[in-house]
């Protein structure tokens, strides 16, 4: 069995192998939920659901939460993803870790 075999035949492949329009709209998805959540977590803040900690006045409205496009986050991701790939070739991982 060849090492693409191998992959083809794998959780990995089967789970997380994407098109990408079906990227392009999980990504999207993905950030619109999180946005939505993070203008919800301001929203309960500002109407006083917090433990007393946060002062409600220092809270600007959701509208003034300027959450990450998903340009943003590819952005981020892709730096993440060559530090860990640099990471696994310093600690000398072998090529299925990859």
Request: glycine share 6%; proline share 2%.
């Amino acid at each position: 069995m060849t090492e693409d075999d191998f992959y083809r035949t794998s959780t990995q492949y089967r789970l997380w192998s994407f098109t990408p329009e079906s990227l392009a709209s999980l990504r999207a998805t993905t950030n619109a939920a999180a946005a939505d959540g993070v203008k919800a977590a301001f929203r309960s803040l500002r109407t006083g659901q917090n433990d007393g900690s946060i002062n409600r006045d220092d809270i600007g409205s959701d509208n003034d939460v300027d959450c990450l496009t998903i340009e943003e986050e590819q952005k981020i991701v892709g730096y993440f993803a060559s530090e860990t790939m640099d990471l696994v070739d310093f600690c000398n991982y072998p090529t299925n870790v990859k």
